[in-house]
């Protein structure tokens, strides 16, 4: 089979989605299921559906567009604040989109109302983490003028935390969410469908046994896809942590020394090789690079170690086993590897079809 190649289980990625569904159906949250990290794969859209998440969303119109293309039936959601010049597309495609500026969601009402559509939108709230998000002083202003545009439907409002600022989730910005909400309410006499609190950064919060207040919905992806929550890279209990790993081949393996020698200075991409100790040690290259993933994302075998990484090739010392030309090594990715990857051309995808079996095997428990 070619090399490099991502597998993705999907069996392991339903369970991990449905594990996820479940628990927080029991809080009243309904799960968004965010297939950025996917390139818009019909395979992995119609799996998540089948888990029980209510809606898709993607940051991106050409991955939402792909989706529908391949006749993905699901409420589809741009969750990013659409581009003026892609208002057109985004009504057309999206049924939702997140909205943080007056003069989008203008746009967004114009070209809506020339496709004879609706469009909703959820207003974003900026609560700390300074990405998205409509400052909370401002937010009236905002509702009161989107409620009067033709075409458009006032949802909701959401928030974003934990991806620029590295703010957590918790019982302070969430019950300011909750607030939000019910004042919109009792200052504009609306009722909102939808309070979404985040993505997967959200889950140690809304799985602790906190008061959920009237957060209805989160976003999942990484959580779904990687089984681990992005605060700290914990692993999630219950949940594959290897539905998706990285088959690269090795192209060289040669007994060489451990110390470069020579003049040294910068390498390809800055940083300098790692180097451990004197005397030789089994070397291999595998045709793996930059242009393929984020190598700092990888996670080696055990007895594998990766040394760096330029372009093209990823170089590995290994301490038993010693690999040999052909032979092909299997790493796990970090969410960083793992998008890269997957938008990387050179990267195939191979799926491995859903059974929506019970796996033979019990999932480990973490705890
Ligand atoms: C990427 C993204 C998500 C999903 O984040 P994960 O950490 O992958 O769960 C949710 N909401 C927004 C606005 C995003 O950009």
Redesign the pocket.
């Known amino acids: 089979m070619t090399a490099p190649r991502l597998e993705i289980d999907l069996d392991k990625i339903h369970h991990n989605a449905r594990t996820l569904v479940e628990r927080l159906a029991g809080l009243g949250i309904s799960v968004?299921g965010?297939t950025?990290?996917s390139l818009g794969s019909a395979d992995i859209a119609k799996v998540l559906l089948r888990a029980g998440v209510s809606a898709l969303?993607d940051?991106r119109i050409e991955n939402i567009e792909a989706m529908r293309s391949e006749h993905v039936a699901a409420p589809m959601v741009l969750?990013?604040s659409p581009m003026l010049s892609q208002a057109d597309r985004v009504v057309r495609q999206a049924d939702l989109s997140?909205n943080t500026e007056l003069a989008v969601i203008n746009r967004l009402s114009c070209a809506a109302r020339a496709a004879q559509r609706t469009h909703q939108v959820v207003l974003?709230v900026e609560l700390g983490d300074l990405?998205?998000g409509i400052m909370p002083a401002d937010l009236n202003d905002i509702v009161r003028a989107v409620l009067q545009l033709p075409n458009i439907v006032l949802s909701g409002i959401?928030t974003?935390l934990?991806?620029h600022g590295g703010i957590s989730p918790d019982a302070d910005n969430m019950s300011e969410l909750s607030a939000l909400a019910d004042s919109v309410e009792a200052t504009f006499g609306v009722s909102l469908d939808l309070v979404?609190g985040?993505?997967?950064?959200n889950l140690d919060w809304a799985l602790s046994g906190v008061e959920i207040g009237r957060i209805n919905n989160?976003?999942?992806?990484?959580?779904?896809?990687l089984g681990c929550e992005?605060l700290h890279r914990r692993p999630i209990e219950g949940l594959h942590l290897d539905a998706i790993t990285l088959v690269g081949e090795v192209i060289e393996a040669k007994l060489k020394p451990a110390r470069p020698w020579g003049t040294i200075a910068q390498t390809a991409f800055g940083e300098a090789s790692v180097v451990a100790c004197r005397g030789d040690i089994a070397r291999a290259i595998l045709a793996i690079g930059h242009q393929d993933v984020d190598p700092s994302g990888l996670k080696a075998p055990i007895g594998t170690r990766i040394l760096g990484a330029s372009g093209d090739h990823l170089i590995t010392q290994s301490d038993s086993n010693h690999p040999q030309v052909g032979a092909e090594i299997r790493f796990g990715l970090n969410?960083s590897a793992l998008v890269r990857a997957m938008t990387s051309p050179f990267v195939a995808k191979v799926m491995m079809a859903a059974t929506y079996e019970k796996p033979c095997v019990p999932v480990e428990s973490h705890h």
């Open positions: 968004t965010v950025k990290a969303g940051s969750i990013r997140f974003m990405r998205e959401g974003n934990a991806c979404s985040g993505n997967s950064a989160l976003r999942l992806g990484e959580a779904i896809l992005p969410y």
